[in-house]
């Protein structure tokens, strides 16, 4: 059974739309990565993921974006770059949402699995991983920048069931 509290917060998830984003997008997108990030993407990296064609979606929550998801397309396999949600707006099932959808359009794809790195340190976006079906593979040793210098990634993947042929 659904508590009072977790039917608002789905509502109000449901109340905000994802959809993809848009140059005009970036100013918002930008602070949001500050906010989220000791060493955030600059805007040259966000500009190369849109000339690219990567998939980048946004969610909107209380009329503003409240988050974004960027997703590279590579031959078999995806690889989830980046996810942050906007401080403000975390523990009501956005980032959740937003991972959600972008497996759906890997899937869409026909992508046979996602991968990405997360920190070691970050617990809750380790948790939300694993409980999407997210399998650790590998680490990476030095692979962020950190105030303290360099920390690990944790490597995790998903395996993606291809949609269905529907000439077959």
């Given at each position: ?43 040259g990296v966000f500009l190369d993921c849109f000339r690219s064609g990567y998939v980048a979606l946004g969610i909107e ?108």
């Open positions: 059974m659904t508590s009072g509290t977790d039917l608002a917060k789905a509502r109000e998830v449901l109340s905000g739309g994802i959809r993809p984003l848009t140059l005009q997008d970036l100013p918002e997108v930008l602070d949001i990565e500050r906010q989220g990030y000791a060493r955030p993407w600059t805007q929550q209380s009329d503003r974006l409240g988050g974004y998801g960027i997703l590279a397309l590579m031959y078999d396999e995806a690889h989830l770059l980046n996810l942050c949600i906007r401080p403000a707006c975390r523990g009501r099932g956005l980032a959740r949402t937003l991972v959600r959808e972008l497996v759906a359009q890997a899937e869409q794809s026909a992508m046979a699995r996602i991968i990405l790195e997360v920190r070691v340190s970050n617990q809750s976006a380790r948790r939300l991983y694993e409980s999407e079906g997210f399998e650790l593979i590998g680490e990476r040793h030095g692979y962020y920048p950190d105030v303290r210098g360099r920390e690990n990634a944790l490597v995790m993947a998903l395996g993606l069931s291809a949609p269905a042929d529907p000439t077959a």
